[in-house]
C-alpha cells in the first residue's frame, strides 16, 4: 500500500503524501491542488465542471520512444493520482529562466490577444499544447484547439491570429531543451500500480489488466473510471466523497489498437482525441461524431470505455457504434465474452456488464462501401455541449433501392440509448423514397416517451428526432 505520488513539476520531481496532516484526498483535483500552492495561482476555477478551460493545465507524458507527449486538460476534472509519472506544466512555467514570454504569451501580447487575466492564462495553455504538437494548425485545427476555452473578451481573432503566429515555427522553446533531463526524472519514477488508503477514502491505480480485475473481484462496489471526466463532476458539483475507485488510466493494454481487412479492435483505454485520428479515414461517421464530443481538454482525457461505461442516455458514442454493428468486449477472471453495442444499455445507467467485468475492447466491423452511415448530435451549440438529442443511422439498400437493412438508434429520447424498432419494421422491403420516409417519421414517436429538462422539451425532441431521419434520408437518396 503506497500513500504517495510522485509527478514532475517545475523541473524536479515532487511527491505527494495523502496522510492526515496534508489535508489532501485522493480525489483532490489538481486545480485544487494548484490553487494551494502559493506560486501556481495563475489557474483558476470557472466552472469546475470542465466547461470553461480557465483551469487549462499541460501535462506531458513519456512514450514509447522517450519522446513526452503534451495534452492541454481541464485540471478541474482529474484526481491527483492521475499525475502520478507524469509531468505537470502550468501558465508560471511557461517563462524560461531567461525571463522572456514563451511564443505564445507573446503572439496573445503583440495580436491583442491577452484580456482581463482570468481566462487568459488557460488560452495560453491551450496554445501552448498546441504549439508543442502541431506546426502550422489550419485555422479550423486552431479553433477546434480552443473550443473548450469559452471566454474571448477580447474577441475570436486576435486569439486566432495569435495562435497562427505562435504556431508558424518549429515548437522549439526552453521545454524543448531541458527534454531529456525530464526524460530522465519521468523514467526514475515507479510504473508499478499504486495503491493510496486514508481514512475515508481507497484509491487504487493498477498497471494490469489482471490486477485490475482482482481488485474488481475483491471490490465489486468501488466506482471503476478510465478518465473520470463524467465521475469527477460527482466530486467537483456533488462534493460527493467516493469511497472506493479504481482506476485503469494507466494500463496499457487497454490502450492497444489492431485492425484487419474485417475489423478494427479499439482499446477501451484509448483517448477521445487519439480515437479522432484512428477513425477518420475508414469510419467517417464516428469522426464526424468526435468533433463535437466536448472540446480538446476533455478528449484528451476522455476514453472510449469509460465513455461507454457511464451508460449515459445522452452519451456521445454509443448510438454510432449502434450503427456501425460494433461489439464491446467485457473481461473478467471468468474469461471473455461480448454483447452487441445494441444491447448493451439495459436502463437508466445500467447495462449488460457484470460488477467483476471490465470493459477491454470494442471491436469495429468494416461497412461495405455501399453502407450509408451518419451521426447527428442537436445541442443548443455545436462544441463543448450534451447532446438534446442525438442519433446515428445506417443504411443498406439492395440494387433496386429496397431498404434491406436500417439501423435507427437514438440518443436522449429514452432511459437508454435505443434503436426505433417500430420504424426500422416499417421501412425494411420499402422503396427509400421519401413519401415512405415521411410516413416513416410518425411512427418515431411509438418507440420513444423522452423527457423535458433544461435542454429541451419531450416535444421539441420527437421532432428533432423525426427531422433527423428525414434529414438522413436527404442526405442518401441520391
Given at each position: 500500500?503506497?500513500?504517495?505520488?510522485?509527478?514532475?513539476?517545475?523541473?524536479?520531481?515532487?511527491?505527494?503524501?495523502?496522510?492526515?496532516?496534508?489535508?489532501?484526498?485522493?480525489?483532490?483535483?489538481?486545480?485544487?491542488?494548484?490553487?494551494g500552492?502559493?506560486?501556481?495561482r495563475?489557474?483558476?476555477?470557472?466552472?469546475?465542471?470542465?466547461?470553461?478551460?480557465?483551469?487549462?493545465?499541460?501535462?506531458?507524458?513519456?512514450?514509447?520512444?522517450?519522446?513526452?507527449?503534451?495534452?492541454?486538460?481541464?485540471?478541474?476534472?482529474?484526481?491527483?493520482?492521475?499525475?502520478?509519472?507524469?509531468?505537470?506544466?502550468?501558465?508560471?512555467?511557461?517563462?524560461?529562466?531567461?525571463?522572456?514570454?514563451?511564443?505564445?504569451?507573446?503572439?496573445?501580447?503583440?495580436?491583442?490577444?491577452?484580456?482581463?487575466?482570468?481566462?487568459?492564462?488557460?488560452?495560453?495553455?491551450?496554445?501552448?499544447?498546441?504549439?508543442?504538437?502541431?506546426?502550422?494548425?489550419?485555422?479550423?485545427?486552431?479553433?477546434?484547439?480552443?473550443?473548450?476555452?469559452?471566454?474571448?473578451?477580447?474577441?475570436?481573432?486576435?486569439?486566432?491570429?495569435?495562435?497562427?503566429?505562435?504556431?508558424?515555427?518549429?515548437?522549439?522553446?526552453?521545454?524543448?531543451?531541458?527534454?531529456?533531463?525530464?526524460?530522465?526524472?519521468?523514467?526514475?519514477?515507479s510504473?508499478?500500480?499504486?495503491?493510496?488508503?486514508?481514512?475515508?477514502?481507497?484509491?487504487?491505480?493498477?498497471?494490469t489488466?489482471?490486477?485490475?480485475?482482482?481488485?474488481?473481484?475483491?471490490?465489486?462496489?468501488?466506482?471503476?473510471?478510465?478518465?473520470?471526466?463524467?465521475?469527477?463532476?460527482?466530486?467537483?458539483?456533488?462534493?460527493?466523497?467516493?469511497?472506493?475507485?479504481?482506476?485503469?488510466?494507466?494500463?496499457?493494454?487497454?490502450?492497444?489498437?489492431?485492425?484487419?481487412s474485417?475489423?478494427?479492435?479499439?482499446?477501451?483505454?484509448?483517448?477521445?482525441?487519439?480515437?479522432?485520428?484512428?477513425?477518420?479515414?475508414?469510419?467517417?461517421?464516428?469522426?464526424e461524431?468526435?468533433?463535437?464530443?466536448?472540446?480538446?481538454?476533455?478528449?484528451?482525457?476522455a476514453?472510449?470505455?469509460?465513455?461507454?461505461?457511464?451508460?449515459?442516455?445522452?452519451?456521445?458514442?454509443?448510438?454510432?457504434?449502434?450503427?456501425?454493428?460494433?461489439?464491446?468486449?467485457?473481461?473478467?477472471?471468468?474469461?471473455?465474452?461480448?454483447?452487441?453495442?445494441?444491447?448493451?444499455?439495459?436502463?437508466?445507467?445500467?447495462?449488460?456488464?457484470?460488477?467483476d467485468?471490465?470493459i477491454?475492447?470494442?471491436?469495429?466491423?468494416?461497412?461495405?462501401?455501399?453502407?450509408?452511415i451518419?451521426?447527428?448530435?442537436?445541442?443548443?451549440?455545436?462544441?463543448?455541449?450534451?447532446?438534446?438529442?442525438s442519433?446515428?443511422?445506417?443504411?443498406?439498400?439492395?440494387?433496386?433501392?429496397?431498404?434491406?437493412d436500417?439501423?435507427?438508434?437514438?440518443?436522449?429520447?429514452?432511459?437508454?440509448?435505443?434503436?426505433?424498432?417500430?420504424?426500422?419494421?416499417?421501412?425494411?422491403g420499402?422503396?427509400?423514397?421519401?413519401?415512405h420516409?415521411?410516413?416513416?417519421?410518425?411512427?418515431?414517436?411509438?418507440?420513444?416517451?423522452?423527457?423535458?429538462?433544461?435542454?429541451?422539451?419531450a416535444?421539441?425532441?420527437?421532432?428533432?428526432?423525426?427531422?433527423?431521419l428525414?434529414?438522413?434520408?436527404?442526405?442518401?437518396?441520391?
Amino acid at each position: 500500500m503506497r500513500n504517495s505520488i510522485e509527478f514532475v513539476l517545475d523541473g524536479k520531481v515532487v511527491e505527494v503524501a495523502f496522510d492526515p496532516s496534508s489535508q489532501l484526498s485522493p480525489t483532490t483535483t489538481v486545480l485544487n491542488y494548484l490553487r494551494g500552492l502559493p506560486q501556481h495561482r495563475g489557474v483558476k476555477e470557472g466552472c469546475a465542471e470542465g466547461d470553461c478551460g480557465a483551469c487549462t493545465v499541460v501535462v506531458g507524458e513519456l512514450k514509447a520512444d522517450r519522446k513526452i507527449e503534451y495534452r492541454a486538460v481541464d485540471s478541474c476534472l482529474m484526481f491527483l493520482p492521475m499525475l502520478h509519472g507524469k509531468q505537470l506544466i502550468t501558465v508560471e512555467n511557461l517563462r524560461g529562466s531567461s525571463g522572456n514570454l514563451h511564443p505564445v504569451q507573446q503572439a496573445m501580447v503583440s495580436n491583442h490577444g491577452s484580456q482581463c487575466g482570468f481566462c487568459t492564462p488557460g488560452i495560453a495553455m491551450t496554445l501552448f499544447a498546441l504549439y508543442k504538437g502541431m506546426n502550422k494548425p489550419s485555422r479550423d485545427e486552431i479553433a477546434d484547439a480552443l473550443a473548450g476555452n469559452l471566454c474571448r473578451c477580447t474577441g475570436y481573432e486576435p486569439i486566432l491570429k495569435a495562435a497562427a503566429a505562435a504556431c508558424d515555427g518549429d515548437g522549439m522553446d526552453h521545454f524543448t531543451a531541458d527534454e531529456t533531463r525530464i526524460v530522465g526524472l519521468l523514467e526514475s519514477i515507479s510504473r508499478e500500480g499504486i495503491s493510496i488508503s486514508t481514512e475515508q477514502q481507497r484509491y487504487d491505480q493498477p498497471a494490469t489488466v489482471d490486477e485490475c480485475l482482482e481488485l474488481m473481484d475483491k471490490h465489486p462496489d468501488a466506482i471503476v473510471i478510465n478518465g473520470a471526466t463524467d465521475v469527477a463532476v460527482r466530486v467537483t458539483k456533488q462534493f460527493e466523497a467516493l469511497p472506493h475507485v479504481i482506476d485503469c488510466s494507466r494500463i496499457n493494454e487497454l490502450q492497444a489498437v489492431s485492425s484487419d481487412s474485417n475489423a478494427l479492435t479499439i482499446g477501451a483505454g484509448v483517448r477521445l482525441r487519439e480515437l479522432m485520428r484512428i477513425v477518420r479515414n475508414d469510419f467517417p461517421a464516428f469522426h464526424e461524431m468526435l468533433t463535437v464530443f466536448a472540446a480538446c481538454q476533455i478528449r484528451n482525457v476522455a476514453t472510449l470505455g469509460g465513455n461507454i461505461g457511464t451508460a449515459s442516455p445522452i452519451g456521445d458514442t454509443l448510438p454510432v457504434l449502434m450503427a456501425y454493428g460494433a461489439e464491446i468486449v467485457l473481461r473478467s477472471g471468468r474469461g471473455l465474452r461480448t454483447v452487441k453495442a445494441d444491447s448493451y444499455a439495459k436502463g437508466y445507467r445500467k447495462t449488460d456488464r457484470r460488477p467483476d467485468e471490465l470493459i477491454t475492447a470494442v471491436v469495429l466491423p468494416r461497412p461495405s462501401a455501399a453502407t450509408r452511415i451518419r451521426s447527428y448530435k442537436v445541442s443548443k451549440r455545436r462544441d463543448l455541449d450534451i447532446a438534446t438529442v442525438s442519433a446515428a443511422f445506417r443504411l443498406e439498400l439492395d440494387e433496386k433501392g429496397i431498404v434491406s437493412d436500417i439501423t435507427l438508434a437514438y440518443g436522449g429520447m429514452a432511459e437508454c440509448t435505443k434503436r426505433s424498432s417500430t420504424t426500422e419494421s416499417y421501412l425494411k422491403g420499402k422503396r427509400w423514397d421519401r413519401r415512405h420516409v415521411e410516413e416513416a417519421q410518425r411512427l418515431v414517436d411509438a418507440d420513444f416517451n423522452p423527457i423535458s429538462d433544461v435542454r429541451g422539451s419531450a416535444e421539441f425532441r420527437r421532432v428533432a428526432a423525426r427531422n433527423l431521419l428525414l434529414k438522413f434520408w436527404s442526405e442518401t437518396s441520391g
